[in-house]
Nanobody, 123 residues
Protein backbone atom coordinates (compact mmCIF):
# COMPACT_ATOMS: atom_id res chain seq x y z
CA UNK A 1 0.00 0.00 0.00
CA UNK A 2 1.31 3.42 -0.94
CA UNK A 3 -0.14 6.50 0.71
CA UNK A 4 -0.08 9.99 -0.75
CA UNK A 5 -0.88 12.84 1.61
CA UNK A 6 -1.62 16.38 0.50
CA UNK A 7 -3.47 19.52 1.54
CA UNK A 8 -0.99 21.13 3.87
CA UNK A 9 -0.02 24.76 3.66
CA UNK A 10 0.51 28.04 5.46
CA UNK A 11 -2.50 29.42 7.32
CA UNK A 12 -3.11 32.04 9.97
CA UNK A 13 -4.23 31.24 13.49
CA UNK A 14 -7.88 30.29 13.42
CA UNK A 15 -7.73 29.08 9.84
CA UNK A 16 -8.70 25.73 8.36
CA UNK A 17 -7.34 23.13 6.00
CA UNK A 18 -8.46 19.77 4.71
CA UNK A 19 -5.75 17.15 4.51
CA UNK A 20 -6.23 14.18 2.22
CA UNK A 21 -4.51 10.83 2.02
CA UNK A 22 -5.12 8.54 -0.93
CA UNK A 23 -4.16 4.88 -0.90
CA UNK A 24 -2.88 3.03 -3.90
CA UNK A 25 -5.07 -0.03 -3.80
CA UNK A 26 -8.70 -0.93 -3.36
CA UNK A 27 -8.18 -3.07 -0.28
CA UNK A 28 -7.84 0.21 1.59
CA UNK A 29 -11.48 -0.41 2.50
CA UNK A 30 -10.41 -3.03 5.06
CA UNK A 31 -7.76 -0.91 6.77
CA UNK A 32 -7.91 1.19 9.87
CA UNK A 33 -6.35 4.58 9.17
CA UNK A 34 -4.69 7.23 11.25
CA UNK A 35 -3.15 10.67 11.19
CA UNK A 36 -0.03 11.52 13.17
CA UNK A 37 2.09 14.64 13.28
CA UNK A 38 5.64 15.63 14.11
CA UNK A 39 6.59 19.15 15.04
CA UNK A 40 10.18 20.41 14.72
CA UNK A 41 12.30 19.02 17.50
CA UNK A 42 9.51 16.88 18.87
CA UNK A 43 8.49 13.26 18.66
CA UNK A 44 5.74 12.04 16.39
CA UNK A 45 2.35 12.11 18.07
CA UNK A 46 -1.07 10.66 17.44
CA UNK A 47 -3.74 12.95 16.05
CA UNK A 48 -6.76 10.90 14.95
CA UNK A 49 -7.82 7.45 13.83
CA UNK A 50 -10.77 5.90 12.02
CA UNK A 51 -11.89 2.30 11.64
CA UNK A 52 -12.35 0.59 8.28
CA UNK A 53 -15.98 1.63 7.86
CA UNK A 54 -15.82 4.95 9.68
CA UNK A 55 -17.84 3.59 12.57
CA UNK A 56 -15.20 4.36 15.15
CA UNK A 57 -13.09 7.47 15.46
CA UNK A 58 -10.74 8.68 18.16
CA UNK A 59 -8.77 11.90 18.68
CA UNK A 60 -5.92 13.23 20.70
CA UNK A 61 -7.14 15.52 23.47
CA UNK A 62 -5.26 18.44 21.95
CA UNK A 63 -7.36 18.35 18.76
CA UNK A 64 -10.78 17.23 19.99
CA UNK A 65 -13.53 19.52 18.81
CA UNK A 66 -11.26 21.11 16.18
CA UNK A 67 -10.20 18.24 13.91
CA UNK A 68 -12.41 15.70 12.16
CA UNK A 69 -11.27 12.49 10.51
CA UNK A 70 -13.40 10.87 7.81
CA UNK A 71 -13.00 8.49 4.92
CA UNK A 72 -14.44 7.74 1.50
CA UNK A 73 -13.72 4.12 0.70
CA UNK A 74 -14.99 4.52 -2.85
CA UNK A 75 -12.13 6.98 -3.41
CA UNK A 76 -9.56 5.13 -1.26
CA UNK A 77 -9.14 8.39 0.64
CA UNK A 78 -9.06 9.47 4.26
CA UNK A 79 -9.45 13.10 5.25
CA UNK A 80 -8.50 15.26 8.19
CA UNK A 81 -10.44 18.48 8.47
CA UNK A 82 -8.44 20.81 10.68
CA UNK A 83 -10.21 23.89 12.02
CA UNK A 84 -9.40 26.64 14.51
CA UNK A 85 -5.71 26.09 13.90
CA UNK A 86 -3.17 27.22 16.46
CA UNK A 87 0.57 27.83 16.09
CA UNK A 88 1.19 24.68 18.13
CA UNK A 89 -0.51 22.66 15.38
CA UNK A 90 2.44 23.41 13.12
CA UNK A 91 3.91 20.06 12.09
CA UNK A 92 4.37 17.58 9.32
CA UNK A 93 1.19 15.50 9.21
CA UNK A 94 1.47 11.85 8.26
CA UNK A 95 -1.26 9.41 7.32
CA UNK A 96 -0.87 5.76 8.09
CA UNK A 97 -2.68 2.50 7.36
CA UNK A 98 -3.03 -0.64 9.39
CA UNK A 99 -3.36 -4.16 8.08
CA UNK A 100 -6.13 -4.57 10.65
CA UNK A 101 -9.41 -2.71 10.54
CA UNK A 102 -10.11 -1.13 13.88
CA UNK A 103 -7.94 1.97 14.01
CA UNK A 104 -5.42 2.75 16.74
CA UNK A 105 -3.69 5.61 18.52
CA UNK A 106 -0.39 3.73 18.61
CA UNK A 107 2.11 4.33 15.83
CA UNK A 108 3.47 0.80 16.20
CA UNK A 109 0.10 -0.59 15.11
CA UNK A 110 0.48 0.89 11.63
CA UNK A 111 2.16 -0.88 8.76
CA UNK A 112 2.19 1.75 6.02
CA UNK A 113 3.07 5.44 6.15
CA UNK A 114 2.71 8.32 3.73
CA UNK A 115 5.37 10.92 3.08
CA UNK A 116 3.78 13.70 5.11
CA UNK A 117 2.33 17.10 4.37
CA UNK A 118 3.47 20.27 6.14
CA UNK A 119 1.02 22.45 8.02
CA UNK A 120 2.34 25.81 9.19
CA UNK A 121 0.19 28.05 11.35
CA UNK A 122 1.30 31.64 11.71
CA UNK A 123 0.45 33.72 14.77
Amino acid sequence: VQLQACGGGLVQTGGSLRLSCTASRRTFTNNGMGWFRQAPGKEREFVATISWNGGRTSYADSVKGRFTISRDNAKNTVYLQVNSLKPEDTAVYYCAAQRSSGGSSRAEDYNYWGQGTLVTVSS
